[in-house]
């Protein structure tokens, strides 16, 4: 190897670790020009056509570099790599099968095997004992963790998914993939719990990640599906609410303001309390599982923390008027401290400094 062709393989590689991929490309260009026998130049090519995501040039370069140097694994796995981009996943795996019988140590290749595997159904057991093998060798490479997970999923085993991500997340806490993909996990789980763990999962991941938009997206979509039970549990309180004080002005006073049935107060409110308290606790649970720390990745996606502040002012306003409702019916003069009342309600939403 001559010494320009170190010097440009030198200064290419260098350009690649600062993301300046064009400058790089045309150095490697320059460089094969001056050596087109070299594989390695070919080779970093290939990786930086990757990284510009011309998929058919990298391919080009991959198989240059693969002819080149045929016994080279790290080669092999990057044609490989081209290949599944490209969607052609049956010659990925054959390919990844030869650089893995040149090096059956490599963590690096059984992953690769595992997530090509992967996007062919028949093929999910082989998937698994490929991602399996590739944490054996590399415990501690948090991105093997994320593909074992993915198969794992892909198989509806999401116990074991969640296992491998919540691990994966131990190794590397900045991961955004992980964070993201433990958070699907758990919004399959359905409920309240699951969604709300999910919103915080899928927060984290866009405040470490600005530019996951799927994950952005789940944001937007959970608080607003969170924001919109909460409403109408509020509102179902408010009506049934009012209709109990209804209830009680029609049918429970007497002329001389005397009750019929004195029980019927009660139960009235025992009821609407009753449908009032999901909608607390609700709300209490939004509160606690988004702290200021998630509001970085929540704000990113166009919500505001003053915007929620009022939703909540507005919920805690609306389950007010369905408990408050059937009091006033049977005390008019209740209705006196019910304005300070709501004041105070209003008041108190806006201070949730946790959001």
Known sequence: ????????????????????????????VKTIAGDPENATAWYLLAGAHLRAENDATALTAAETAVRLSPESAPYLLRHARILGRLDRYHDAV?????????????????????????????????????ADE??????????????????????????????????????????????????????????????????AGF?????????????????????????????????????????????LFTHMLGDVGRFHHWWHLPVAVVVAVGVAIPAVLH????????????WGGIARTGLRPWQTRLRLAGVAATVLLGVAAPTVAAFPLAAVGLPLLLVSFMVSSFRLDRL
């Open 1 to 28: 190897m001559s010494f320009d062709t170190s010097r440009g393989l030198a200064k290419a590689e260098l350009l690649l670790d600062v993301g300046r991929t064009t400058d790089a490309i045309a150095e490697l």
């Open 94 to 130: 054959e390919v990844t099968h030869a650089a893995i019988r040149l090096d059956p140590a490599n963590g690096a290749a059984f992953e690769l095997l595992a997530a090509l595997l992967a996007q062919l159904q028949d093929m999910l057991p082989a998937a698994r004992d490929a």
């Open 134 to 199: 590739a944490v054996r060798l590399a415990p501690t490479q948090a991105g093997f963790r994320l593909t074992q997970g993915l198969v794992a999923g892909a198989q509806d085993r999401m116990a074991d998914a969640e296992a491998a991500y919540s691990e994966g997340l131990r190794l590397d806490p900045q991961s955004a993939p992980l964070h993201r993909e433990l958070a699907v996990v758990r919004l399959h789980r359905g409920g309240l719990r699951g969604r709300l763990a999910a919103l």
């Open 203 to 247: 927060a984290t991941a866009v405040r470490i990640d600005p530019g996951d938009a799927s994950a952005a997206h789940r944001v937007r979509l959970i608080t607003f599906l969170l924001v919109s039970w909460t409403w109408r549990l509020a509102l179902g309180t408010a009506l049934l609410g009012l209709l109990c004080s209804v209830v």
């Open 283 to 294: 709300v209490r649970a939004f509160r606690q599982v988004v702290p200021g720390s998630l």
